[in-house]
């Protein structure tokens, strides 16, 4: 019984919608923002986001996510990318004996 997020656009309102959910006994449990579980009944239609901001806010949420160590799965994958090609960089500097003034 994992809690999941997903994540909309409302292009009507210009906001983010989040829904919290998770499945149990074979049906879908909506969290909403006042603490309440209720069970989707309607199949997805017209149901209640468990909160939504304003677009213009979405910068801050990450930032505030961010420093409570939250961060995209991906973020670890992309710093050690860069690390890796920066240490290949230099290999390849010290192999073909390219100094700084040689590169400028």
Same mark, same amino acid.
């Given at each position: 019984?994992?809690?999941?997020?997903?994540?909309?656009?409302?292009?009507? +309102?210009?906001?983010?919608?989040?829904? #919290?959910?998770?499945?149990?006994? &074979? /049906?879908?449990?909506?969290?909403?923002?006042?603490?309440? #579980?209720?069970?989707?009944?309607?199949?997805?239609?017209?149901?209640?986001?468990?909160?939504?901001?304003?677009?213009?806010?979405?910068?801050?949420?990450?930032?505030?996510?961010?420093?409570? &160590?939250?961060?995209?799965?991906?973020? &670890?994958?992309?710093? &050690? /990318?860069?690390?890796? +090609?920066?240490?290949?960089? /230099?290999?390849?500097?010290?192999?073909?004996?390219? +100094?700084?003034?040689? #590169?400028?």
């Amino acid at each position: 019984m994992i809690w999941k997020c997903n994540v909309s656009e409302d292009i009507m +309102t210009l906001k983010v919608r989040v829904f #919290i959910h998770r499945e149990r006994n &074979g /049906e879908l449990e909506i969290l909403h923002n006042d603490g309440t #579980i209720t069970t989707d009944e309607t199949g997805g239609t017209d149901v209640k986001p468990t909160f939504s901001i304003p677009r213009s806010c979405l910068k801050d949420l990450l930032e505030g996510l961010a420093n409570l &160590g939250v961060k995209p799965k991906d973020e &670890g994958l992309i710093v &050690g /990318e860069l690390k890796g +090609t920066k240490y290949h960089l /230099e290999d390849l500097r010290v192999l073909l004996k390219l +100094t700084k003034k040689t #590169i400028q």
